[in-house]
């Protein structure tokens, strides 16, 4: 079992709609989770972090986890083209390394 | 502020040639992380440095790769005798420490012909 599950995509969602990108991870002790954001020929960049369980909600992004599933997802309200990316699950696990899931890639249809 | 910054953004080289890849990191962020990521595919961890403390070595592919760190400054990755499976994007990202988020360079984009 990978440490960071991420279904690869692609997923494709009309402009306007909810984007919902999931990601699983094995480690139970696993305390911090990040969201990055990386279009095409780019370096990732960190959109999102959570450390609770429940939601956290940033503009028109919400990240939510629940530890108890061992699941965490980034929710994308109002869906851009601008926001057509391959995303990017990060978990710190439990011996605090970083370990990233292979993204899932987005596309917003106009 | 500045960002991490690397240098170069691009390097193309022949096979077989040693490379040297900087990454400045953010300043004042103690940790600093070396990754690849190959056409299309995921993010491979390489290397970590945080402060003075022994570096995580356990991502490196072979002894044909190694990095430096001095302190919280400025970090290189070297490869060695290189080989056309070394062609990937070299990713440097640094943060407050190993639990915080971390925040990437541009990449150096390396070309093995």
Redesign the interface.
């Known amino acids: 079992q990978k440490e960071v599950e991420q279904n690869s995509g692609p997923l494709s969602v009309p402009e306007g709609a909810i984007a919902s990108l999931n990601c699983t991870y094995s480690d139970r002790g696993s305390?911090?989770f990040?969201w990055y954001r990386q279009y095409s020929g780019?370096?990732?960049?960190?959109i999102m972090?959570i450390y609770s369980n429940g939601d956290k909600e940033d503009g028109r992004f919400t990240a939510q986890l629940n530890k108890a599933s061992q699941y965490v997802s980034l929710l994308i309200r109002d869906s851009q083209p601008s926001d057509s990316a391959t995303y990017?699950c990060?978990v710190?696990a439990g011996n605090?390394?970083?370990?990233?899931?292979?993204?899932t890639r987005l596309t917003i249809i106009p | 502020g500045a960002g991490v910054s690397q240098s170069p953004s691009n390097k193309v080289t022949e096979k077989g040639k040693d490379v040297e890849l900087r990454c400045d990191p953010i300043s004042g962020h103690t940790a600093l992380y070396w990754y690849r990521q190959r056409l299309g595919q995921g993010l491979e961890f390489l290397i970590y440095f945080q402060g003075n403390s022994a570096p995580d070595k356990s991502g490196l592919p072979s002894d044909r790769f190694s990095a430096e760190r001095t302190g919280e400054s400025v970090s290189t990755l070297t490869i060695q005798r290189t080989q056309q499976e070394d062609s990937a994007v070299y990713l440097c990202a640094s943060s407050h420490g190993r639990s915080k988020p971390q925040h990437f360079g541009d990449g150096t984009r390396l070309s093995i012909l």
Request: charged share 20%.
């Open positions: 305390q911090s990040f780019k370096s990732p960049e960190l972090f990017l990060a710190i605090e390394k970083l370990t990233f899931g292979t993204g």
